[in-house]
């Protein structure tokens, strides 16, 4: 068996044999419909989309409430449009690993298309224009990291790319951010047609930053007479597009050798990993835990299709915001930290070991139900009490999620401020909680000097998880440090 169009046709009961779940809709017709009048596109062809994004349209297309896929257009790395999206006839093989042992595995056919968002080439940016000129688009989603928005360098100097794209103006911009937004202006001219343009990745504020971006170019090229005056107006007019607020929740891991090998026993033939000339990795099939949250910001101008009825959250941007400060500072970013930095001290390989250790579980439990709980803001929408427990419980004891202390440890230096400062302040800002009291946050920032040190309690060397290092994110970690010195000096 081979993941493309004519094994899981031609050999649909050798794969329904093996406990694949096959797509239950005609691919050819979404292929047309879509190609036709498209409704969605994504960009960024990463694994939390390919886990994510791609499975919520797959579940509407099943049950027949959509008659329309998914467009994903990816503007970093092309090899993986070109060496597994396309190989693979758009197919995805998704094995979703549950904390009871099952491995559920679904061949995700919801992709109709795949396009390069790569300006140089003519035909693939043409066949994006067109798509943003149609009147059916309803909404586009990004999964470009929280660094594909940022418009300057770690000093906060403007990046050359964007200079040169800000005096070049849309006709063939080079940022990720400028073929993004060259591609709005074309559905500014195309009528000033409305559309929801949706970050989901994984940062604050999501909306607003991929605003501000889009905004930066918009300003710069009506300034400099390279667009129209209206494109500035268009963007501005909630009425025509609108960058709503996310918080996206899923664990993805890179794909592993182990999902892979039982896939391969499955009798599925081919799928082995690619590390392309970006040095991403990426194969075609994801592994991903069964847990998924996705809450949006209810703006969309040009409507949309029932999302909700495969698991999406609709809101309004304050709760978005709780929701999302919620996980981030307390229910799960900081358990997720302190586990990262003490699992590489104490020689763990896979997170969902460490929640063998008894000390290491009574840790992460008084940080989040102890010390973090009393200052959480409910949203409402999400129980923040179920939401740990769901964390501690089922989540990170996953024995078969393949994740691991050293990924989740990188750019530490960034995150700690933002996982643990607002508990902190919320406890020095309170008049019934004393800072004092709080045990275990600052033992985290204790075991995170110690991690520094490179040096695990076995006195064996490691290596240090700071990929994105940089003058920024030491000027972060030392500002959050601020607070525990003072603690420290007072008592």
């Given at each position: 068996?081979?993941?493309?169009?004519?094994?899981?046709?031609?050999?649909?009961?050798?794969?329904?044999?093996?406990?694949?779940?096959?797509?239950?809709?005609?691919?050819?017709?979404?292929?047309?419909?879509?190609?036709?009048?498209?409704?969605?596109?994504?960009?960024?062809?990463?694994?939390?989309?390919?886990?994510?994004?791609?499975?919520?349209?797959?579940?509407?297309?099943?049950?027949?409430?959509?008659?329309?896929?998914?467009?994903?257009?990816?503007?970093?790395?092309?090899?993986?449009?070109?060496?597994?999206?396309?190989?693979?006839?758009?197919?995805?093989?998704?094995?979703?690993?549950?904390?009871?042992?099952?491995?559920?595995?679904?061949?995700?056919?919801?992709?109709?298309?795949?396009?390069?968002?790569?300006?140089?080439?003519?035909?693939?940016?043409?066949?994006?224009?067109?798509?943003?000129?149609?009147?059916?688009?309803?909404?586009?989603?990004?999964?470009?990291?929280?660094?594909?928005?940022?418009?300057?360098?770690?000093?906060?100097?403007?990046?050359?790319?964007?200079?040169?794209?800000?005096?070049?103006?849309?006709?063939?911009?080079?940022?990720?951010?400028?073929?993004?937004?060259?591609?709005?202006?074309?559905?500014?001219?195309?009528?000033?047609?409305?559309?929801?343009?949706?970050?989901?990745?994984?940062?604050?504020?999501?909306?607003?930053?991929?605003?501000?971006?889009?905004?930066?170019?918009?300003?710069?090229?009506?300034?400099?007479?390279?667009?129209?005056?209206?494109?500035?107006?268009?963007?501005?007019?909630?009425?025509?597009?609108?960058?709503?607020?996310?918080?996206?929740?899923?664990?993805?891991?890179?794909?592993?050798?182990?999902?892979?090998?039982?896939?391969?026993?499955?009798?599925?033939?081919?799928?082995?990993?690619?590390?392309?000339?970006?040095?991403?990795?990426?194969?075609?099939?994801?592994?991903?835990?069964?847990?998924?949250?996705?809450?949006?910001?209810?703006?969309?101008?040009?409507?949309?299709?029932?999302?909700?009825?495969?698991?999406?959250?609709?809101?309004?941007?304050?709760?978005?915001?709780?929701?999302?400060?919620?996980?981030?500072?307390?229910?799960?970013?900081?358990?997720?930290?302190?586990?990262?930095?003490?699992?590489?001290?104490?020689?763990?390989?896979?997170?969902?070991?460490?929640?063998?250790?008894?000390?290491?579980?009574k840790m992460v439990e008084v940080i989040g139900y102890k010390e973090g709980l009393p200052v959480v803001v409910?949203?409402?929408?999400?129980?923040?009490?179920?939401?740990?427990?769901?964390?501690?419980?089922?989540?990170?004891?996953?024995?078969?999620?393949?994740?691991?202390?050293?990924?989740?440890?990188?750019?530490?230096?960034?995150?700690?401020?933002?996982?643990?400062?607002?508990?902190?302040?919320?406890?020095?800002?309170?008049?019934?909680?004393?800072?004092?009291?709080?045990?275990?946050?600052?033992?985290?920032?204790?075991?995170?000097?110690?991690?520094?040190?490179?040096?695990?309690?076995?006195?064996?060397?490691?290596?240090?998880?700071?990929?994105?290092?940089?003058?920024?994110?030491?000027?972060?970690?030392?500002?959050?440090l601020l607070v525990i010195q003072e603690r420290l000096r007072s008592t």
């Open positions: 068996m081979r993941l493309n169009n004519n094994s899981i046709k031609s050999e649909a009961a050798l794969w329904e044999a093996a406990g694949y779940d096959l797509p239950h809709f005609d691919r050819e017709a979404v292929n047309k419909a879509t190609a036709e009048n498209p409704f969605w596109v994504h960009f960024g062809a990463g694994n939390i989309f390919r886990a994510f994004h791609t499975n919520i349209v797959q579940k509407l297309l099943n049950s027949g409430e959509i008659n329309r896929g998914i467009i994903v257009a990816e503007g970093f790395d092309y090899e993986i449009v070109e060496r597994v999206n396309r190989k693979c006839d758009e197919l995805t093989i998704l094995a979703t690993l549950k904390v009871s042992g099952k491995v559920e595995k679904s061949v995700i056919g919801s992709i109709t298309e795949s396009c390069i968002l790569d300006s140089n080439n003519v035909s693939e940016f043409a066949r994006l224009k067109e798509i943003f000129r149609k009147e059916s688009l309803q909404m586009t989603t990004f999964t470009i990291t929280e660094k594909g928005y940022s418009l300057t360098n770690a000093q906060g100097e403007m990046l050359p790319v964007v200079t040169a794209d800000f005096a070049s103006g849309p006709e063939k911009p080079q940022s990720y951010i400028g073929k993004v937004a060259a591609l709005l202006y074309e559905r500014y001219k195309a009528g000033e047609l409305p559309i929801a343009m949706i970050s989901t990745d994984n940062c604050s504020h999501n909306g607003e930053k991929l605003y501000q971006s889009i905004k930066a170019y918009a300003d710069a090229w009506c300034n400099n007479g390279l667009a129209e005056k209206g494109f500035l107006e268009y963007i501005n007019d909630e009425k025509k597009v609108t960058f709503p607020w996310s918080m996206i929740d899923k664990i993805t891991p890179r794909p592993d050798n182990s999902v892979l090998e039982m896939l391969k026993k499955d009798g599925v033939e081919d799928l082995d990993p690619i590390i392309t000339g970006k040095k991403t990795y990426v194969a075609p099939f994801v592994n991903a835990e069964e847990c998924e949250y996705l809450v949006v910001e209810d703006k969309f101008p040009n409507g949309r299709p029932a999302l909700e009825k495969a698991g999406v959250m609709f809101t309004d941007r304050e709760t978005v915001n709780k929701v999302e400060k919620m996980k981030v500072c307390t229910c799960l970013n900081p358990l997720h930290t302190a586990l990262a930095v003490y699992g590489c001290l104490l020689g763990y390989t896979l997170i969902a070991d460490e929640m063998k250790d008894e000390n290491l579980v409910n949203p409402g929408i999400l129980d923040p009490k179920k939401f740990i427990d769901t964390v501690l419980k089922v989540r990170v004891p996953n024995p078969f999620m393949p994740d691991t202390p050293q990924r989740i440890a990188t750019d530490t230096s960034q995150k700690l401020a933002i996982r643990f400062g607002e508990t902190i302040k919320a406890y020095q800002a309170s008049e019934k909680l004393n800072v004092t009291d709080l045990k275990l946050i600052p033992l985290v920032f204790a075991g995170w000097l110690r991690y520094l040190m490179a040096v695990d309690d076995n006195g064996e060397k490691f290596t240090l998880s700071l990929i994105r290092y940089s003058t920024r994110s030491a000027h972060l970690y030392r500002s959050s």
